[in-house]
């Protein structure tokens, strides 16, 4: 799959995974149990985490800066 620039529909998903109380929990305290299941989901099932990775250039999992 190639790899593409974000546009406004991935802002919207993006959206929803910055609200996702799984994902705010896996970038608020890491190597956690939601840390664990956002890391497992995120590339290959989770729309919402993809967009955020374009969108943000981290992945959903990873701590804020």
Do not use: N
Request: aromatic share 10%; glycine share 6%; proline share 6%.
């Amino acid at each position: 799959m190639e790899k593409r620039s974000a546009d406004e529909f991935d802002r919207a998903l993006a959206r929803v995974c910055e609200w996702c109380p799984v994902c705010r929990s896996a970038r608020k305290t890491p190597e956690g149990l939601a840390w664990q299941f956002v890391k497992g989901v995120e590339e290959g099932i989770c729309p919402f985490c993809r967009a955020y990775a374009r969108v943000h250039g981290r992945m959903a999992h990873e701590k804020l800066p």
